[in-house]
């Protein structure tokens, strides 16, 4: 069974840093797999914020650069986003899955984060 969990949001003030956590268990492999971060804030569709390949190649949307970064741990078989410089724009419930996403693999129940201003 494929299950990603995620965990580590929370209130935070503008300014502050938050590191989530996706741990991949089942059939999903994050060596062998192409990641994504996705958030999706109230009223809006869900977007892939980060990504990061099997060779561990990075890519960030535009509105994220510079504060967000992505790493794995390969031993642990879990993903991070560390996201620091947080704004009110980034609340939003946050996501891992494959990248692209699979219609074969279900969202998790996403991390919530909220930032004050």
């Known amino acids: 069974q494929v299950q990603l969990v995620e965990s580590g949001g929370g209130l935070v003030q503008a300014g502050g840093s938050l590191r989530l956590s996706c741990a991949a268990s089942?059939?999903?492999?994050?060596?062998?797999?192409?990641m994504g971060w996705y958030r999706q804030a109230p009223g809006k569709q869900r977007e892939l914020v980060a990504s990061?390949?099997?060779?561990?190649?990075?890519n960030y949307v535009d509105s994220v650069k510079g504060r967000f970064t992505i790493s794995r741990d390969l031993a642990m078989n879990t993903m991070y986003l560390q996201i620091n410089n947080l704004k009110p724009e980034d609340t939003a419930v946050y996501y891992c899955?494959?990248?692209?996403?699979?219609?074969?693999?279900?969202w998790g129940q996403g991390t919530q984060v909220t930032v004050s201003s």
């Open positions: 899955n494959l990248y692209p996403q699979s219609p074969s693999v279900n």
């Open positions: 089942g059939s999903i492999f994050i060596s062998r797999s192409h």
């Open positions: 990061i390949s099997r060779i561990g190649n990075t």
